[in-house]
């Protein structure tokens, strides 16, 4: 089945400097790439997400690249503040086989912007 | 708004108890999950349904099972809890398979 790999598991910035979580999958059927932000004591919630037809998708201070044939994507935040402090989670979901639609998360990144 | 919600929000229990989580939806989404969240393990599946006669085991089933009692309800159940199943758990939906999932509020489950 499919395996994403999240790195780094904690990140620590200082307001206005620029993160970057990485994520690796395994799953070459896999087409739907989205990211999650987990505030703390909240749901996941939807940042940003890509499509395997896409190499990279802006909203904002937020941005998303992935590269197919490496097999990994990343997210980028630029000008960070310090609401930007959470739990960042990347995911993957199959697009086909026995897997299909199942959504695999990373471990996780937690991300602190220090002011 | 439409929404995910999970009941109850919090829970403690003996081990060796049976325990239920529920997950209702106001979405009309057709796919429903059930996720175990654990620091540094990211979010796990447990199970997943895509639609009521469609139930399927995800990566970490064992001691659970669930329940798709209506497009619009899925259970988890723990038949006899133990003290590792101590997690925040996550109910998610979504429609089709190239769609945002979104999530309930979480059930926080402590097993003593």
């Known amino acids: 089945g499919e395996n994403v790999e999240q790195h780094p598991s904690t990140l620590s910035v200082q307001e206005g400097d620029s993160a970057v979580i990485k994520c690796t999958y395994s799953d070459s059927a896999s087409n739907y790439f989205p990211w999650y932000k987990q505030e703390l004591g909240k749901r996941p919630q939807l940042i940003i997400d890509i499509r395997s037809n896409v190499g990279e998708k802006k909203d904002q201070r937020i941005a998303v690249t992935l590269n197919k044939t490496a097999k990994h994507f990343s997210l980028h935040i630029t000008e960070t503040q310090p609401e930007d402090s959470a739990v960042y989670f990347c995911?993957?979901?199959?697009?086909?086989?026995?897997?299909?639609?199942?959504?695999?998360f990373g471990q996780g990144t937690i991300l602190t912007v220090h002011p | 708004d439409a929404d995910v919600t999970q009941t109850p929000r919090n829970r403690i229990t003996k081990t060796g108890k049976r325990i239920m989580l529920e997950c209702s939806q106001t979405k009309g989404h057709d796919r429903m999950y059930w996720y175990r969240q654990d620091p540094g393990l990211g979010l796990r599946l447990i199970y997943y349904?895509?639609?009521?006669?469609?139930?399927n085991k995800g990566e970490i089933s064992d001691g659970y099972s669930v329940s798709r009692q209506a497009q619009a309800k899925f259970s988890l159940s723990l038949e006899s809890a133990i003290p590792n199943q101590t997690a925040l758990y996550f109910c998610a939906t979504s429609e089709g398979a190239r769609t945002e999932a979104f999530f309930g509020q979480g059930t926080r489950l402590t097993v003593v």
């Open positions: 995911a993957a979901r199959v697009a086909g086989g026995t897997s299909y639609g199942k959504l695999t």
């Open positions: 349904s895509f639609d009521v006669k469609d139930i």
